[in-house]
C-alpha cells in the first residue's frame, strides 16, 4: 500500500461496534473490573486508554515500529524516552544544534539526575565518535536542525552507535514519517513533537514515542505509566485526525517551500537562504539518499536588524508565533523564542546570530506568502 492509503487505512482503526470511521473519544479515568484477579486491557487511564490506543498503534505502524507512547507534549515525550533511557552516571551525546528546549532538558533537567551530556557537530560522523565515552549510553539525532537546516548523515551515525552497543533515539518532527522512517534505518527510539506536522493544525500540544523494539519499549512505558505525562484521550483523537491528512498538508506545504526558497535568493533584502530542498545546500544530496522529501521549514538570514524589524512588524499573513508545522504559515526569530533558551554566547557561537528567521510554509499560497514577506520587509 502507498504511504497515502496507509495514513487512512493502515493502523487507525474505527469503532468495531458501531461501524463509525473514527475512534470512539474514551473520557474514562478508570473502568470496571468484573474480576479484578485478572488483568483486562484497561483498568485507568494513565496506564492505557482505548483512544490514547488507537493512536498509539496507528503511529507505531507508519513508523515501522515494535509501539508508540503518546504523551502530553514532545517534550514529555523526549524527557520520558531519555529518563527511561538514561540512569545517574551515564553520557549523552546531543547535537550542537538542537532544539532550545531538548537542549535544556538535556543541560539543566539531565545534569540535576547526574546524567551527563557532550555536544557534537552531527555534519561530521568524526565529531561525534570523538565525543563518544565509554559511559554513552544514548546519542540523540535531529535532522535537519532547527533552524539552520543542517543534514546529519544518519547511517554512518546509527552504524557508530550500533558498533557500541549504544541506543539511538531520533527527533523526527521536521521530516515525519512520510518522509523518513529512521527505524528502518536502525533508530531505536523515534520521537516527534507531534504539535507540529503530525497534528498540523496549530491546535493541540502532543508527543509521541515509537519503540524500535520490545526492550526500549518497556523502558518508555515504564516512564509513561509511572511519570504520567500522558496525552488526553480528547487529544489523541484531535491527533489521529490531523495523521490522517498528513500527506496532502505536508506534500502540499513542501512543495510551496521549495518555491519559496527558490524566490528568497533572487531578493535583496535577503542575505542567505537555508532549504535542504535547494540543490545549493550542501545537505542537499545527503538528505535525499534517506529521505523522500525535504519538508517544509526553511531560513533565511536578511540583510539588517531593520529589516527583520519591519518583516516582524508588518507581515500581514503569516502568524509572528513560535511552533511549525500548521496549516497557516508561521514566521519564527529563533534567537528571540525556539533558541531563546540556549545561552546568547552559545547561540552566536553556533550561528544562530539574531538576523535569522525561521519560516514553517504553510497551505496558503506561495505567491501570496512571497507577496506578504516583500510588503512587510519594505
Ligand atoms: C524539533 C523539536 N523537537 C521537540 C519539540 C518540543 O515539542 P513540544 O513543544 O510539543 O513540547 C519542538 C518544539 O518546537 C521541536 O521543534
Do not use: C
Not at 524516552?81 to 550542537?96: I, Q, Y
Not at 518555491?259 to 532549504?275: D, F, G, N, S
Amino acid at each position: 500500500m502507498d504511504f497515502k492509503s496507509e495514513l487512512l487505512h493502515g493502523g487507525a482503526k474505527g469503532d468495531a461496534e458501531t461501524g463509525a470511521l473514527s475512534v470512539p473519544i474514551f473520557s474514562a479515568s478508570t473502568y470496571n473490573q468484573k474480576d479484578p484477579s485478572k488483568r483486562q486491557a484497561y483498568d485507568y487511564s494513565r496506564s492505557g486508554n482505548p483512544t490514547r490506543a488507537s493512536l498509539e498503534e496507528y503511529v507505531a505502524a507508519l513508523e515501522r515500529g515494535h509501539s508508540a507512547f503518546a504523551f502530553a507534549s514532545g517534550m514529555a515525550a523526549i524527557g520520558s524516552v531519555l529518563t527511561g533511557l538514561l540512569s545517574a552516571g551515564d553520557h549523552l551525546v546531543a547535537p550542537l544544534h538542537l532544539y532550545g528546549g531538548t537542549h535544556r532538558f538535556i543541560t539543566q533537567f539531565l545534569k540535576k539526575f547526574a546524567v551527563n551530556h557532550s555536544f557534537a557537530d552531527f555534519r561530521s560522523v568524526e565529531s561525534v565518535k570523538a565525543a563518544i565515552r565509554p559511559e554513552t549510553k544514548v546519542i540523540l539525532i535531529e535532522t535537519p536542525s532547527n533552524p539552520l537546516m543542517q543534514v546529519t548523515d544518519i547511517k554512518a551515525v546509527i552504524a557508530l552507535a550500533k558498533s557500541r552497543g549504544i541506543y539511538t533515539v531520533f527527533d523526527n518532527t521536521f521530516l515525519t514519517p512520510l518522509l523518513f522512517r529512521p527505524i528502518e534505518h536502525g533508530a531505536d527510539v523515534v520521537v516527534h513533537s507531534a504539535t507540529k506536522f503530525l497534528g498540523g493544525h496549530s491546535d493541540l500540544i502532543a508527543g509521541i514515542a515509537t519503540a524500535a523494539n520490545k526492550e526500549v519499549a518497556s523502558k518508555i512505558y515504564f516512564v509513561q505509566n509511572g511519570f504520567g505525562a500522558v496525552l488526553s484521550p480528547e487529544n489523541s483523537w484531535t491527533l489521529i485526525r490531523g495523521i490522517k491528512t498528513l500527506s496532502a498538508r505536508l506534500n502540499a506545504e513542501e512543495q510551496s517551500a521549495r518555491i519559496i526558497a527558490e524566490e528568497l535568493t533572487k531578493r535583496k533584502y535577503i542575505a542567505e537562504v537555508r532549504y535542504p530542498g535547494l540543490v545549493s545546500h550542501e545537505g542537499h544530496e545527503l538528505l535525499k539518499s534517506y529521505s523522500s522529501g525535504f519538508g517544509a521549514v526553511l531560513s533565511f538570514r536578511v540583510d539588517s536588524m531593520a529589516t527583520l524589524d519591519r518583516i516582524i512588524k508588518n507581515v500581514k499573513l503569516m502568524a509572528v508565533a513560535v511552533s511549525l508545522g500548521g496549516v497557516e504559515s508561521i514566521l519564527s526569530w529563533p534567537a528571540k523564542m525556539s533558541h531563546a533558551a540556549i545561552p546568547a554566547a552559545e547561540r552566536a557561537a553556533l550561528g544562530i546570530t539574531d538576523d535569522w528567521l525561521r519560516l514553517s510554509v504553510g497551505l496558503e499560497a506561495p505567491e501570496d506568502l512571497l507577496k506578504d514577506l516583500d510588503t512587510a520587509a519594505v
